[in-house]
């Protein structure tokens, strides 16, 4: 007999719990504070420099740099890869052509990009925008690749038996399909560029005005107050855009078309 699960929502002391872990790690902060070999500070140290650079317009400063370059560099990685991701997937052609360099390239660590990109590019904005796009690129490519890949062929049908031309296919069966797929992969590609960008702006020997200037003067002065005030932004701004993106997507899948009734439109 099969089991029948319901989907209920969790009682108001179950959501609470989500903060028990929270307040542990604060008061083991607190605790471990007290031991100076941790050069760790209280908690409340970190705070009030996280206020202070929020009150002198310091973080927003940087975080306005940052956003920037995540958003343009997020943007063209993922048009790019979007691309690439239908070709690949739609086209056998395209396929043999892309699928060994596709590949190849893919196993280089991201990280590795960096020194080339700025000797490329120099040390200023463009290169992190480009190291960006690049971060972003794969996950979009690679996961759209796989949800046209695994699209079924009864909806692939439809299109034949409405003689459908190739842009059609694509744009009424084949994006709508891989829509779940195409989500997930813009996500990884959001928290991929959001967590790079940091670290294309500490390896970078130079200010880059961004929220990794904050981390480097932090390290530089032994600063650790700076240092977890900064960590606690990028924390804070890269949650919001997480959840800012499954909202989206959210609302863009609960208002798919059904693909099979599409042949009828």
């Not at 480009?130 to 979009?140: D, G, L, M």
């Not at 959001?190 to 670290?199: D, E, Q, R």
Request: hydrophobic letters at 50%; one cysteine or more.
């Amino acid at each position: 007999m099969a089991v029948v699960f319901k989907n209920r929502s969790l009682p108001k002391h179950y959501q609470a719990l989500g903060f028990v872990f929270p307040a542990v790690l604060l008061i083991a902060w607190q605790f471990f504070s007290y031991n100076k070999k941790t050069l760790l500070g209280p908690p409340g140290d970190s705070i009030l420099a996280l206020w202070n650079i929020i009150r002198d317009g310091t973080a927003l400063k940087l975080l306005a740099t940052s956003m920037e370059r995540v958003i343009k560099g997020f943007l063209i990685g993922t048009a790019i890869g979007l691309s690439i991701g239908v070709l690949m997937g739609s086209s056998k052609t395209g396929e043999k052509m892309m699928s060994a360099s596709f590949h190849g390239l893919r196993q280089v660590p991201m990280v590795a990009w960096v020194p080339l990109i700025m000797m490329w590019f120099g040390k200023a904005g463009m290169a992190q925008v480009v190291f960006i796009s690049w971060s972003a690129f794969y996950p979009v490519a690679l996961n759209t690749y796989d949800g046209i890949r695994g699209i079924p062929g009864k909806y692939l049908e439809v299109g034949r038996v409405y003689e459908y031309t190739r842009w059609q296919t694509v744009k009424k069966i084949i994006i709508p399909a891989a829509l779940p797929s195409i989500k997930t992969g813009t996500i990884l590609s959001l928290n991929m560029a959001w967590t790079l960008l940091v670290a294309a702006e500490i390896m970078t020997s130079e200010p880059s005005g961004g929220l990794g200037d904050l981390l480097s003067e932090g390290r530089e002065t032994f600063n650790i107050p700076m240092l977890i005030s900064g960590m606690l932004i990028m924390g804070c701004v890269g949650y919001m855009l997480n959840q800012a993106a499954e909202a989206v997507w959210g609302f863009v899948l609960k208002n798919r078309p059904d693909i099979i009734k599409q042949g009828g439109a």
